[in-house]
């Protein structure tokens, strides 16, 4: 019976230097709604048999995005390594809006906190397209899991 879904995820905690409270329940949040809500078929996994669900961990290793792809089992069954080169600007982007929003919703009228919160949705709609496009061929999911997985990526990418 087939499950394409991930059921576990992980991130790799060495690649995390540093995280405030607001990053922390975004990442949280992103995880939840993530395992709760998602659509993941790693297609050469799927074709060899592997129906789901899957366990995902997420690293950064020498400047790409590392995917591994394990059975529900914890059986290795594929890594997937993406440049993150395109993935930069979209992310430094995201930090500084959302920077923005946080000290919005702490002082800010209504007004100008939906204005940012637009302007953060937007940026990252359009990191989940760009996430899409690298996992074509790849993994099929769907906009939803892009958008929670974006917000996974960026969480690797704090520096402090």
Not at 25 to 48: G, S
Not at 49 to 60: D, E, I
Request: glycine fraction near 6%; hydrophobic fraction near 40%; charge should be negative.
């Amino acid at each position: 019976m087939s499950d394409p879904r991930i059921s576990h995820i992980e991130l790799d905690e060495a690649t995390i230097l540093w995280r405030n409270a607001d990053i922390e329940q975004e990442r949280r949040v992103a995880i939840f709604d993530l395992i709760e809500d998602n659509t993941f078929r790693p297609v050469r996994a799927f074709e060899a048999g592997h129906a789901g669900p899957y366990r995902l961990k997420l690293s950064v290793l020498d400047g790409r995005l590392a995917l591994d792809v394990s059975s529900e089992a914890g059986e290795l069954l594929e890594s997937l390594i993406l440049g993150i080169g395109r993935f930069r600007r979209p992310i430094r982007e995201y930090f500084a809006i959302c920077e923005s929003y946080y000290q919005a919703i702490r002082k800010a009228s209504p007004q100008e906190i939906e204005t940012i919160d637009m302007a953060r949705r937007g940026v990252h709609n359009e990191a989940a397209e760009m996430l899409l496009e690298r996992l074509d061929g790849k993994v099929e999911t769907d906009f939803p899991t892009a958008r929670r997985l974006f917000t996974l990526i960026c969480v690797l990418h704090i520096r402090g």
